[in-house]
């Protein structure tokens, strides 16, 4: 056996611990390997598992209020059922008026403006009042999720990260969707769900740059909630069943209608919100409380079940619990008690009131249906599920998340097929109806302009042979002397021609410099040996005009080639035909 | 609002790195702590409410324990027991709303530990309630072959009973019979569960396989009283009158209050004095039988008769009736009576007592059933019917 002396020499002398004699070698070594997509990479994972560590405080705090505040389910009753979202509502009304003025609403929109208006900075107090005003609105009663709060919390922190580690201004824009990923995935259990969500509503744009970082941090902060609070999902799913095509008109039926309920919620917002805001600051004070009263008299009077984010409830009514008629109550009840809630400041998220509202109108409509059909084979159970994606379709008005959301939820993937006809009919009413997207109008009603993925998607797209004029009639062979390509011009009007290079690629020679060429008795050379070496640049027809904006200006002409075969010519575009295009269409908007 | 970006100054990433990942250790640590004790906290509210529920259970509560197990659910979400009790609060609450729900609890269960025995119990009486044969006996099955926290041998033997008991009612016979045979041969030595598994048989009209239950029950319990007045019934109901005879008269002799094995007991009796068939017994006392049946089946013949208002005697009777034609048919054979002695007429017996059986049958059907001497000859006649076949 060799002495410890000998094995620590033959450590030292390894040829990898070798070269990492002191921990500062190590640093510098491992320094030049993060550059800084990998170390944006790798930062997305800790965004994410600090904003899962913060959800599950948030979920902790919020079922402790309501225990505090509420008491068990079965011993409330009574008094408390006014007076905590009252009192609750006025003490938040408080903190949000003097301590965190920017925790108003869902916190969507705020996230959305901090990438696009503040280069991606979300104060860390934004995180603080959110966790404290939501903590205490939803365990106190009011009709609100804990969802989109824990988006804007996932996003601040993210903010606060970016900016203690000074990352660039680039990277810095774009951590708060990181953060907001892993904050919803967390408070879902439901990453796919939140990527999607996140592109759909928060970046507002497809973004193959950001994606990894949003995946990842998606992934560590559900990792880390399922660590703490379990891997049980949020419903227990009962048997979903989808036998026969027909039935799908009786889906079709509930998106109509989910389609209609999503406007009337999402112009009840609209409608109220700007009221509201501008009454007296004074009122201000007592609108959460009044909201909180509304509700709870609502529960009051016999429908508990709408206080708060409402799960177990859901949960209820997916296995049949509920008739049909308490069903269509509770799904009113609930655009009701959410849009008083949501419009009086309270801060608090509206996914799970979406949910919520879904999962009534799917039960009503499925039971209805089945009253009039009886042979229809859907489950309550499914027609809440599929009720759930409906709204989050035509209120949210983000139809992938609202498809992969419900397959998330039910890991069931045999109603995909009555879950997309569905929201895509819901879809479709909510935006003949209701031109702007809640969240946008939102925003618009808060003075901001922000993109939109649901504009861009509808925006028809101009493309390079959109402004592409004819194969001119006269192409030039670089093979071809002087003498040869200057008498074939003679007869042309065009100024510009196109010189065809042997064995690929284009170039340009004006009906000038050709005559000059010619004069000066080079007619016995070829055209390519006067021509400079480098090429045209060519364009291909799929292309974006914009992508032939940066060519335009350096020459009069731009070859537009076939993808296959660049030798072969199918248009050309000039700096006129693009701006007529641009023009023509600017005209039109 | 408006905020000052911070000028860009290069940090070195590998300490980045290291001070975020202590950060994350000691903030994983400080969420670990705050959620045990909060997890401690809602785990003793969840166990006083699932003791609510299970007292309300217990009395029949359901609403109230579906509430209790409710809210002790939230406290706990992944505790298997109150999952389970829940599931069972919801079947047993004899709402058909609430089979759903007790069924995505426990198959949420079932997916965690399939090979839980209880579990697929509970799943088995879920399908029960649902009337689904085939998913009830699928996990009635599991729950036999599963693991049992207890008494192995005799939840199993508890809940293959069950499932026969099931079986039973939804009139699967065959299914019944093939679970049976594997009951009995799987049954612990105890005398109750015998008994069970002969009632068992008994129910599936198996009478020969419910005796030899009631008889080894009596094996291990001599003196059990249920098994003997049981042997005594189903030997009684298969026409084993002789065992019959024995059994009942055991089991009168250890409890005298039991009228029901008394009167079967004086019903066997009588059908053994009256057996003309029986082959130890003298010509003479088989022919003092047939001519003691000839004469009642005469008697029950003609208070039939006067029940339904019909007048036998009469000479133009206002419709040709069964009970008519049986009449003329014993007028017809009373004279063969006097053959009996023959021993040249070895089918007269037969004969006479197949118009006899007749009138018994036929009476059955117009005036109801039967008691004492009438009853033993239409046993008689059923028995001779059965062998025959």
Redesign the interface.
């Known amino acids: 056996m060799n002495p410890p002396a000998a094995a620590g020499n033959s450590l030292a002398t390894s040829p990898v611990v070798g070269r990492f004699r002191s921990p500062r070698h ?2 510098s070594t ?2 030049g390997v ?1 550059h800084e997509e990998v ?1 944006f990479l ?2 997305s994972v ?1 965004i994410g ?2 904003s899962g ?1 913060a959800v ?2 948030f979920r ?1 705090a919020i ?2 209020t309501h225990l505090a505040l509420l008491g ?3 011993q409330t009753h009574g008094w408390r059922l006014f007076a905590v979202p009252s009192l609750a509502g006025l003490v938040v009304a408080a903190l949000v008026l003097h301590l965190f003025p ?1 925790i108003r609403g869902s916190g969507v929109n705020q996230t959305k403006a901090a990438l696009y208006i ?2 991606g ?1 979300i ?1 860390f107090r934004t995180a603080v009042g959110k966790f404290i005003c939501a903590a205490l609105a939803i365990g106190s009663g009011q009709s609100l999720g804990p969802e989109d709060p824990s988006l804007q919390i996932g996003a601040s922190i993210a903010s606060a990260l970016g ?1 203690w ?5 680039e990277k ?1 824009r774009l951590i708060a969707p990181v953060g907001a990923a892993a904050g919803l995935a967390a408070a879902f259990n439901a990453p796919i769900s939140a990527v999607l969500f996140v592109i759909e509503e928060v970046i507002g744009r497809w973004s193959a740059g950001i994606l990894g970082s949003v995946v990842l941090s998606a992934v560590s902060s559900v990792v880390i909630v399922r660590w ?3 891997s ?1 999902p949020l419903f ?4 979903t069943t989808f036998k026969r095509p027909t039935e799908l008109i009786a889906y079709a039926v509930l998106g109509i209608v989910g389609g209609l309920a999503s406007v009337a919620f999402a112009k009840s917002i609209g409608y109220l919100r700007p009221r509201l805001k501008a009454l007296p600051r004074w009122t201000q004070y007592s609108q959460p409380a009044l909201a909180g009263l509304l509700v709870g008299l609502i529960a009051f009077l016999g429908a508990p079940q709408i206080m708060g984010a409402g799960y ?1 409830s859901m949960d ?1 009514a997916m ?3 509920y008739a049909w008629k308490f069903l269509a109550i509770l799904a009113v009840l609930k655009i009701l008690a959410t849009t008083v809630s949501f419009v009086s400041g309270t801060p608090g998220g509206m996914f799970a009131p979406t949910l919520f509202i879904g999962a009534m109108l799917g039960g009503a409509v499925g039971d209805i249906e089945r009253i009039f059909f009886p042979h229809l084979t859907g ?3 499914t027609y809440v599920l599929v009720g759930m994606g409906v709204l989050f379709a035509g209120f949210l008005r983000v139809p992938m998340t609202s498809v992969f959301m419900v397959l998330e939820v039910s890991g069931n993937y045999e109603i995909i097929v009555p879950v997309i006809v569905a929201n895509t009919f819901s879809y479709l009413v909510s935006r003949s109806m209701q031109s702007v997207p809640i969240f946008d109008l939102l925003t618009r009603q808060d003075g901001l302009i922000l993109p939109s993925l649901e504009e861009e998607r509808e925006e028809a797209i101009l493309r390079v042979e959109d402004a592409m004029l004819p194969v001119p009639a006269t192409i030039l062979s670089a093979q071809d002397y002087i003498d040869a390509n200057a008498r074939r011009i003679l007869d042309s009007a065009d100024s510009t021609f196109l010189v065809r290079l042997h064995p690929s690629g284009w170039n340009i020679i004006s009906h000038d410099q050709l005559q000059t060429l010619f004069q000066e008795g080079k007619g016995e050379l070829t055209l390519g040996s006067v021509l400079p070496p480098q090429s045209l640049p060519s364009l291909y027809p799929d292309l974006p005009l914009d992508s032939a904006i940066r060519f335009v200006n350096d020459f009069p002409l731009v070859p537009v080639v076939n993808r296959a075969d660049s030798r072969q010519l199918e248009g050309v575009v000039s700096r006129d035909s693009v701006l007529q295009k641009y023009s023509v269409r600017s005209t039109r908007s | 609002m408006s905020w000052t970006l911070p000028k860009p100054v290069p940090r070195s990433a590998p300490v980045i790195l290291l001070i975020l990942t202590l950060g994350a250790a000691v903030a994983f640590a400080a969420v670990s702590h705050l959620v045990a004790r909060y997890n401690a906290n809602q785990q003793a509210r969840g166990r006083k409410l699932y003791v609510q529920g299970l007292a309300a259970a217990a009395a029949a509560h359901y609403d109230d324990a579906i509430a209790a197990f409710r809210a002790a659910l939230t406290c706990d979400p992944a505790n298997s027991q109150y999952q389970l009790s829940l599931a069972r609060a919801l079947r047993d609450s004899n709402d058909p709303r609430r089979l759903d729900e007790a069924e995505s609890y426990l198959i949420a269960l079932w997916q965690r530990a399939p090979q839980d025995a209880a579990v697929n119990l509970a799943l088995a009486r879920v399908a029960a309630h649902r009337g689904s044969i085939e998913d009830a006996i699928h996990y009635y099955h599991n729950a036999i072959y599963g693991v049992w926290n207890s008494d192995p041998d005799l939840n199993r033997g508890k809940a293959r009973v069950e499932l026969i008991e099931f079986l039973l009612k939804e009139g699967a016979q065959d299914k019944a019979e093939s679970e049976l045979v594997a009951l009995a041969t799987l049954l612990p030595p105890d005398p109750a569960l015998h008994l069970e598994a002969a009632q068992l048989f008994a129910q599936a009209q198996d009478y020969a396989g419910a005796l030899a239950q009631f008889q080894e029950a009596l094996r291990r319990d001599p003196a059990n009283f249920s098994a003997l007045a049981g042997a005594g019934q189903t030997a009684y109901r298969s026409g084993n009158y002789a065992t019959a005879q024995r059994y009942l008269q055991a089991a009168v002799n250890a409890n005298p209050q039991d009228a029901s094995s008394r009167q079967l007991l004086a019903t066997t009796e009588l059908v053994l004095r009256s057996n003309p068939f029986l082959s130890h017994i003298s010509d003479a006392e088989r022919n003092r039988r047939i001519t003691a049946a000839f004469e009642q089946a005469e008697k029950r013949l003609t208070e039939c008769a006067q029940q339904i208002g019909l007048d036998l005697k009469a000479t133009n009777p206002p419709s040709v009736s069964q009970l008519s034609v049986l009449q003329s048919r014993w007028t017809a054979a009373k004279p063969d009576l006097a053959h009996l002695r023959s021993a040249a007429e070895t089918d007269l017996p037969d004969v006479l007592m197949d118009v006899v059986f007749q009138i018994e049958r036929q009476t059955v059907a117009t005036c109801g059933p039967p008691q004492g001497l009438d009853l033993a000859l239409l046993l008689i006649s059923q028995k001779r019917e059965a062998a025959s076949q």
Do not use: A
């Not at chain 1, 227990?236 to 048997?239: A, E, G, K, S």
């Open positions: 190590l640093f491992l320094e993060f170390f790798i930062l800790f598992i600090f560590l599950v405080c902790l079922d402790w068990p389910l079965p920017g503040y280069n900075v104060p900016r580690l000074q990352i660039s201004r810095l703490f609070l379990g049980e227990r799913i009962p048997v177990d209820q296995h049949g619990q489950s309550t159970g």
